[in-house]
């Protein structure tokens, strides 16, 4: 287990996971949810919070790398408190990123009022990017920002997939920056698929603390399954069922959390 700065602290895995609490939970943050469960990031993550603190690098070094590595990672800096809002992606892996970049002469672009942004909950340098996480109740905006900001500024549409996607969070950029309620953000799950993912990070802790395959079934399932006899549960739609939802957690885990932030 990481400190209690770099990561949220360890809870019985039969309590909804700490991602359940968040009403405006969006793919991005199911996405790192996953990824913060994976032993080879949470050791990486660990080895970039010591370069910190010995002063190495910075921590928007720390987290830049991290981000290249991993597509999404929380921000590597051991002096603040453990924040989950504070994880950022690659605009590339990410559509709910809006990237932003000085406008072309001859467009009618205009400046971006800062101002207009309202609270900004970080700044954080990635690469050639200046990440900006404003702060939103119905769920947080990411801004990529390129070059130099003090002219007037354009948002990019990538060539590519999840047009609309994009579209949807440059949309709610305007909305703000026309001082009215962004809005929820696009890439959100519906309740379902919301409900399976979050009990899918449940499978994962309970794996982890050495539950057994019944253990979870009865906990995640039905509860009936304690009293099954040992041929019934080793034909039963339970114990099938918990298979697929191990299998499906770990390669989320290990590498299916990149569909997330896309929305899939």
């Known amino acids: 287990m990481l400190g209690r700065i770099s990561m949220p602290p360890e809870k019985d895995w039969r309590a909804p996971p700490d991602e359940a609490g968040n009403d405006a939970l969006a793919y991005s943050d199911i996405a790192i949810g996953y990824l913060r469960r994976n032993p080879r990031y949470r050791a990486d993550y660990s080895r970039a919070l010591g370069r910190v603190k010995r002063g ?26 453990f924040d989950p809002r504070l994880a950022v992606a690659r605009p590339d892996l990410s559509p709910a990123s809006i990237v932003l970049a000085p406008a072309l002469a001859g467009i009618g672009a205009e400046c971006l009022d800062m101002k207009a942004l309202g609270d900004v909950r970080a700044r954080i340098r990635i690469g050639d990017f200046l990440h900006v996480i404003l702060a939103d109740s119905d769920g947080d905006e990411h801004l990529c920002m390129c070059g130099s900001c003090q002219g007037p500024m ?49 499978v994962l802790d309970g794996h982890r603390a050495g539950a ?30 918990i298979n697929r939802w191990i299998a499906e957690a770990v390669e989320l885990r290990d590498g299916g959390y990149i569909r997330l932030l896309r929305g899939g």
């Open 56 to 81: 190495a690098i910075t921590a928007d070094e720390a987290t830049a790398a991290l981000v290249r590595r991993w597509g999404i990672s929380f921000h590597a800096a051991p002096a603040s408190a």
């Open 154 to 202: 354009a948002v990019m549409l990538p060539i590519g997939p999840d047009p609309f996607a994009r579209l949807a969070a440059a949309e709610r950029l305007c909305r703000r920056l026309n001082g009215m309620a962004a809005g929820p953000p696009a890439l959100r799950p519906p309740p379902f698929r919301r409900r399976h993912l979050l009990t899918l990070l449940q």
């Open 212 to 241: 057994t395959r019944r253990e979870l079934a009865a906990a995640l399932i039905d509860d009936d399954v304690r009293d099954y006899s040992a041929a019934e549960w080793a034909d039963s739609r339970e114990r099938k069922r």
